[in-house]
Each structure stands twice: as C-alpha cells, then as structure tokens.
C-alpha cells in the first residue's frame, strides 16, 4: 500500500477483555516496530520484526502483550486482559529493513481502557 | 532521569520567526539522532535524521548534534503556521528504528 495501514483507528474496550491491534506495513518493508505512546509520555518500543521473527521483544510491558508477524507482512498486536493503564496509541512503523533508520508510521489505534 | 530530555512547551511564535527546538541526553553511546514531526491524531513523520555530530540543513530545518553536551537541536527558519505541530527527538544507539529512544515531544504553535 502507499502507507502504513492500522486498524481499527479508535479502540474502547471494557477492563479485562482481549483486545487484537492490526498493522499493514509499506509493501517491501522487511522490518516492522511496534511503539506505544501515552498521555504525557513519549513514544516507548515495544517490540520489532525482521521479517517473521522478532529479534527484539524487550519492550513489552507484561506477558499480557504478544504480538505476532506472518508472511513478512501483516502485524498483530495482542494484549490479553486489558487494564486501564493499557490505554495509549499504538503505532506501527515499518522500515526497508533494520538496518534502515528512515521508519514510516501510520496513525496509530487509539486505545481506551474502561 | 529519563535518557532524553525535551521541554514539552508549549511554545508559540509568531510567524515567519526562527524556532529553535532542544533535547539532552544522559547515554553517551547515542549515535543516530532524528527529528518527527507529529500532526494531531497523525503518526509521527520523520524530519531529520543525524549519524554522530555536527549540522544538516534540509530546506528551511537544520538540525545540530553536538555530542560533547549530549545537546541536539531542530532550527526552523522563515516559520510558516503549517509548522504547527508535536516535534519530537529520538536517538539511538544502533542503526536502524528498533529501539529509538523519545523525547516527550514539544508542542509548537505558529501564529499568523
């Protein structure tokens, strides 16, 4: 596609459901990212992709938190039994590789915990 | 401490004004050095990006590293209220956009 592609764009989800946050990186692009941005905080790595496999998963704040990357294209992030302070954006960016620093994001699912 | 530091304003200016935007930071091992712009409810668009210190212009932008005060900065010349927006550093260690460390951005308005 001509950008990075994330769905749904708003996300309100009651205390202790699962919720799935999906990303459709640029066409080509063999590296993805995953970022979190809360209010009054920057934005925080999560996790990254190097085609399939996720080199890095450092970023991830608990074991509610899993996300997975198939066909070297399509991204889901998946957080199990929501809390309120799981209530952020969450962006996706892709880039030619990990080796490319130039990483394009798209507009982010805006998630709200209630 | 956080590892980057950056006054989140907000800063307004008039326009047509000279805007100069600041980060520190604590990691000396930092190399790579970018600047996003951020529009409302946008993802951040990168500006700048920076290996190690010194200048870079690019149009009306430039942006500075200077590594010995662990200090970067993104000047806007000739400010144009499309300027307006979240302008956020980051930095990082490694080459590539895995594991990029933010500041917590500075909101920056044009006037007419």
């Known amino acids: 596609g001509a950008g990075v592609s994330q769905s749904p764009s708003n996300k309100v989800t009651e205390k202790g459901k699962d919720v799935e946050l999906r990303c459709d990186p640029i066409?080509?692009?063999?590296?993805l990212y995953w970022y979190r941005q809360s209010l009054g905080q920057g934005l925080e790595f999560l996790i990254y992709?190097?085609?399939?496999?996720?080199?890095?998963k450092s970023g991830l704040p608990s074991d509610r938190f899993s996300a997975e990357r198939t066909g070297g294209s399509v991204s889901t992030l998946t957080i199990q039994r929501t809390q309120q302070e799981d209530s952020a954006v969450y962006l996706c960016?892709?880039?030619?590789?990990?080796?490319?620093?130039?990483?394009?994001f798209g507009q982010g699912t805006r998630l709200t915990v209630v | 401490q956080k590892e980057v530091e950056q006054d989140p304003g907000p800063l307004s200016v008039p326009e047509g004004a000279i805007v100069s935007l600041n980060c520190t930071y604590s990691?000396?091992?930092?190399?790579?050095f970018m600047w996003y712009r951020q529009y409302s409810r946008k993802g951040p668009e990168l500006l700048m990006y920076?290996?190690?210190?010194g200048n870079k212009e690019d149009g009306r932008f430039t942006a500075q590293v200077d590594k010995s005060s662990k200090y970067i900065s993104l000047f806007i010349r000739d400010s144009q209220p499309s300027d307006s927006a979240t302008y956020l550093c980051?930095?990082?260690?490694?080459?590539?956009?895995?594991?990029?460390?933010f500041g917590q951005g500075t909101r920056l308005t044009i006037n007419p």
């Open positions: 960016a892709s880039s030619l590789s990990n080796a490319n620093t130039e990483a394009f």
């Open positions: 066409s080509g692009h063999t590296a």
């Open positions: 992709f190097q085609g399939n496999s996720a080199p890095d």
């Open positions: 990691n000396s091992a930092f190399q790579y």
């Open positions: 920076t290996y190690s210190s």
């Open positions: 980051a930095m990082s260690v490694i080459q590539g956009a895995q594991k990029l460390v």
